[in-house]
Nanobody
Framework: QVQLVESGGGSVQSGGSPRLSCAASGYTGNRHYMAWFRQAPGKEREGVAAIDSDGTARYGDSVKGRFIISRDNAKNTLNLQMNSLKPEDTAMYYC??????????????WGQGTQVTVSS
């Protein structure tokens, strides 16, 4: 059974730099991407960043140049370094596995999410 458990969320001031982590267990999917998505209240879930097993990363337009995704294949962990946070980055952040790039409908496994709240 695949489990994805996110950590690192919380309340942070604008301009802060928190780091999210996702611990994956039981993951043996054939597709190699892992990703972060987010969903703000009243909005659709959107792609934040995705990374394949070789380390090639894709970013959503709203976070390019501010967020950095990384993964440790040996430890089965996925990370998201968030820099220069803005209030509009406030959302529930979800870890996802076994999908393709930032294609939200392609992912088979999802974590429960971790809330990030950015105050101005």
């Amino acid at each position: 059974q695949v489990q994805l458990v996110e950590s690192g969320g919380g309340s942070v001031q604008s301009g802060g730099s928190p780091r999210l982590s996702c611990a994956a267990s039981g993951y043996t999917g054939n597709r190699h991407y892992m990703a972060w998505f987010r969903q703000a209240p009243g909005k659709e879930r959107e792609g934040v960043a995705a990374i394949d097993s070789d380390g090639t990363a894709r970013y959503g337009d709203s976070v390019k140049g501010r967020f950095i995704i990384s993964r440790d294949n040996a430890k089965n962990t996925l990370n998201l370094q968030m820099n220069s946070l803005k209030p509009e980055d406030t959302a529930m952040y979800y870890c996802a596995a076994d999908g393709v790039s930032l294609g939200i409908t392609t992912y088979n496994y999802w974590g429960q999410g971790t809330q990030v709240t950015v105050s101005s």
